[in-house]
């Protein structure tokens, strides 16, 4: 398989961790999570975690990584997933990308983010402090336009977090932004990859799987796996878990200000907007190539398509 991959992608509740199953089963694959969210431990009915029983059919990795409080980046994320893949291809199998986080897939099949600039949070409170009123908005952006106009140029000039960064690049290194990003996009693919997206031709199927799935996580017991997350401090404001979909909407319930059903039916809602935003990024990226998610011959077709690229 020399330098080949595989990756299943698309929206939330699109069936691809059990397609993905089988392509591995089939090919003599490993599964490496490509989900933002499964790689903290304690975080298992809300992020659809694989259950022990797919755990022992397909091998799976970057799942319970971290405890939920811990800092994780695409860019953490890609060089241990690459380091991963390689580890896999080493030993004769193929490694299955599936997930619905796109940024982190890039980073792992490319090395893109791969070279984080440094951050310094000091520096990074100063100069969204000097940003909270309209004046020092326009300030920072135009010192960023003074030495990084191309960010600038990217970047609108009220979008306070990303001006922030830029400068805080700026600053911390002496060079632009948009140099890192160049040097990033210009880094050779880590792996050849066969990339499979998942949609539906009729979109309110989608949103009646995420509904279905929603309902069959309360039924496992979400309500008191992000009770859990909240006693232990885990969904504090500012807090990885603490703006995950299907945790966050819990924190009301705690309060006392809503129940677990009004919780449930916000899940459904922001999980349904969430799946269009992945759409729309997959959709924008070259080379997928798109399967029907509920075809009675997807796996048929996602197997040809497998077979046809490793043979090639």
């Not at 790689?39 to 970057?62: F, L, N, Q, S, W």
């Not at 949103?207 to 309902?215: F, N, Q, S």
């Not at 349904?272 to 997959?282: G, I």
């Given at each position: 398989?020399?330098n ?38 304690g975080?298992?009915i ?33 060089d ?89 690049i700026?600053?911390?290194?002496g ?5 890192f ?13 066969l ?12 949103y ?105």
């Amino acid at each position: 398989m020399k330098n080949s991959v595989l990756a299943v992608v698309g929206p939330t509740a699109s069936g691809k961790s059990a397609l993905a199953l089988r392509l591995a089963e089939k090919f003599g694959g490993e599964i490496v999570s490509c989900d933002s969210m499964q790689i903290y431990r304690g975080m298992d009915i809300g992020t659809a975690k694989p259950t022990p029983e797919e755990r022992r059919r397909v091998p799976h990795h970057m799942i319970d990584v971290l405890d939920p409080d811990e800092p994780y980046s695409a860019a953490d994320y890609g060089d241990e997933a690459a380091r991963v893949a390689s580890d896999i291809l080493s030993r004769g199998k193929l490694p299955v990308f599936c997930g619905g986080t796109g940024l982190y897939l890039t980073a792992a099949l490319t090395g893109r983010h791969g070279e984080a600039p440094p951050s310094d949070p000091v520096l990074r409170a100063e100069l969204t402090e000097r940003g909270k009123t309209e004046e020092g908005r326009v300030k920072l952006y135009e010192e960023l336009a003074a030495v990084d106009p191309v960010s600038a140029a990217a970047t609108h000039r009220n979008n306070l977090r990303r001006v922030v960064r830029a400068l805080e690049i700026y600053r911390l290194t002496g060079k632009p932004k948009s140099v890192f990003d160049q040097e990033s996009r210009n880094c050779p693919p880590r792996f050849d990859c066969l990339t499979l997206g998942l949609d539906f031709p009729e979109r309110g199927e989608l949103y009646r799987r995420i509904d279905l799935r929603v309902d069959e996580m309360m039924k496992e017991g979400l309500f008191t796996e992000a009770k859990t997350l909240w006693e232990k401090g885990y969904l504090a404001p500012g807090t990885t878990a603490g703006q995950a979909i299907g945790y966050r909407q819990f924190l009301p319930c705690f309060s006392g200000e809503s129940s677990a059903e009004q919780a449930a039916e916000e899940i459904k809602l922001a999980t349904r907007r969430y799946a269009k935003r992945q759409l729309t990024w997959f959709r924008a990226q070259a080379g997928i190539v798109w399967l029907d998610g509920g075809a009675p011959d997807l796996a048929e077709r996602a197997g040809n398509a497998v077979s046809a690229y490793l043979n090639k």
